[in-house]
């Protein structure tokens, strides 16, 4: 699997942009795909998340009502709307692939794309 992002950028305070990932490869066995990220100096986090298939989606709570998640099926693709964007929005946003493998234990297969960096001015 393979993770293409784009729509990173420069915004002031109260400004909107919008992330999209296009998957490609064995898209078929994705489980969930979903939205990162990591601000200088922390740990990476879960921004967003949605599943295959049912489309469960699941926000971190610092975004919830400013940032949507959605997917188009057909273009194996994601997208990240933020809207009411904050500066500490601010870090390098990567989009995750997983791949779960049933055996005698589900194994789980990350995938990444390269990044792509949204900076939030006040």
């Known amino acids: 699997v393979q993770l293409v992002e784009s729509g990173g950028g420069l915004v002031q305070a109260g400004g909107s942009l919008r992330l999209s990932c296009a998957a490609s490869g064995s898209t078929f066995t994705i489980s969930n795909m979903g939205w990162y990220r990591q601000a200088p100096g922390k740990q990476r986090e879960l921004v967003a998340d949605?599943?295959?298939?049912?489309?469960?989606?699941n926000y971190a709570d610092s975004v919830k009502g400013r940032f949507t998640i959605s997917r188009d099926n057909a273009k194996n693709t994601i997208y990240l709307q933020m809207n009411s964007l904050k500066p500490e929005d601010t870090a390098v946003y990567y989009c995750n692939a997983v791949r779960l493998r049933y055996g005698l234990e589900i194994q789980r297969d990350d995938y990444w794309g390269q990044g792509t960096q949204v900076t939030v001015s006040s």
């Open positions: 949605i599943t295959s298939g049912t489309n469960i989606i």
